[in-house]
């Protein structure tokens, strides 16, 4: 649902539609940050002795001078949470004028589905511009943060020699692996880029010299901690933007009260796949469960995303749904991903008798799950009653739904 946007106006234009609010995938996040980014009068002349300072701090990353460092990551941190916060008013006008109640509930899904997500991106962006700009020891970085391949002496924003990847794309690649989506659901000082974190990557990566019982496994810590200790103070930096961008959420978090508390503690006990369904396929609006057909362009997002998180079908489907999946593949199709799935026109009889299509159950399953974590959610914001009495109607619908799918 794309809106274009006049120039000059200040806020978001939206065309109110109380009725039919929408789905998270249907909102028009670029455009909302492009609003926030104009709020913040990015590049003007009142940020002009900001950006300046930002410039040459920058350009003396490289001599590891402490407090050249804290002062980046300190105007690095600004920039992040006045992001949040802009991000946080843009999406609560969007969802105000297209109607969505009750307001509790909106506001916690702006900062879960919206502040969240864009605060793990724009942390893993200056994570990427503080270590390229740092020009951090490539062998230093490996060792602590980095398992998947070799790297030159130092990073490099352009093309390496003899055809080697772009290093700028390989530190992107290595920091979203460290910085997941669920990056903040773990309380740890620095997070991933922490020293207390160099424990658990000992765990999954204790080294040769372990592995040949030539290093104790506290001698592993030790020495992985002390390279932490060494490598200051980029490791440092990198702790410092992590847990002022992580604190900024928990902030946003804990001023909306207890039922938002409640709401994240039940979101985040849902299982990945539960979460994806809720997100791709429930309105955001008091007892608009998933009870109407979904339509077939949305579910190329919602299968793209549910085989990037890892999740796998063969070991999260049940019942006939598995049942039809495990035929499929003893007929030879190798079927591995959701969206392979979905795209396979297999139809199999099942030892009842019947003649199950795997598109159906696939989609029979999602939608399912999705009802089970807005129950959930429901029970927080009062609307159990709604979702008992509509369970009748939602399961009619979800079978035409999936007759139509």
């Not at 920058?58 to 990551?73: E, F, G, Q, S, V």
């Not at 690095?76 to 006045?82: H, L």
């Not at 605060?119 to 998947?148: C, H, N, P, T």
Request: overall charge positive.
């Amino acid at each position: 649902m794309k809106r274009k946007l006049k120039s000059g106006t200040a806020r978001l234009r939206t065309t109110p539609r109380a009725h039919l609010p929408p789905r998270w995938d249907e909102v028009p996040h670029q455009e909302i940050l492009l609003e926030a980014q104009r709020a913040m009068v990015l590049r003007s002349p009142a940020r002009a002795a900001d950006d300046s300072r930002r410039y040459l701090l920058k350009r003396r990353l490289p001599r590891n001078d402490p407090a050249d460092h804290m002062r980046y990551i300190e105007m690095e941190s600004a920039r992040i949470v006045e992001t949040l916060r802009q991000l946080r008013d843009q999406y609560r006008s969007y969802f105000e004028e297209r109607g969505c109640n009750p307001i509790a509930e909106m506001y916690w899904v702006v900062i879960r589905h919206g502040v969240k997500d864009w605060a793990i991106m724009a942390l893993r962006s200056a994570a990427v511009e503080y270590i390229a700009a740092s020009q951090v020891d490539s062998a230093m970085w490996k060792s602590l943060f980095d398992f998947s391949g070799p790297y030159n002496e130092f990073f490099s924003l352009g093309q390496a020699p003899n055809g080697a990847p772009d290093l700028h794309e390989k530190l992107k690649e290595t920091i979203s692996a460290l910085l997941s989506k669920t990056g903040f659901d773990q309380i740890i000082d620095g997070g991933p880029f922490g020293r207390q974190h160099q424990t658990y990557l000992a765990k999954s990566f204790p080294g040769r010299a372990f592995l040949e019982g030539r290093e104790t496994f506290d001698a592993v810590i030790k020495r992985r901690q002390q390279s932490w200790d060494d490598a200051k103070p980029w490791t440092e930096g990198l702790a410092s933007l992590f847990e002022v961008t992580q604190q900024e959420v928990f902030a946003q978090f804990a001023a909306l009260g207890e039922q938002a508390k409640e709401a994240e503690l039940r979101f985040v006990n849902l299982s990945a796949f539960q979460r994806i369904a809720y997100t791709h396929l429930v309105s955001f609006a008091r007892g608009k469960v998933v009870t109407e057909a979904t339509a077939k362009n949305r579910w190329p997002k919602l299968l793209l995303a549910l085989d990037e998180a890892g999740i796998m079908p063969d070991t999260t489907l049940q019942g006939k749904a598995r049942e039809t999946l495990m035929a499929t593949r003893r007929k030879g199709l190798k079927l591995r991903t959701w969206q392979e799935c979905y795209a396979s026109p297999a139809r199999v009889t099942l030892e009842d008798g019947k003649v199950r299509a795997l598109r159906r159950e696939v989609t029979h399953s999602i939608h399912n799950a999705a009802k089970k974590a807005d129950y959930q959610l429901g029970k927080v914001w009062g609307r159990q009653t709604n979702s008992a009495t509509g369970s009748k109607k939602a399961s009619s619908a979800l079978s035409n739904s999936r007759a139509k799918d």
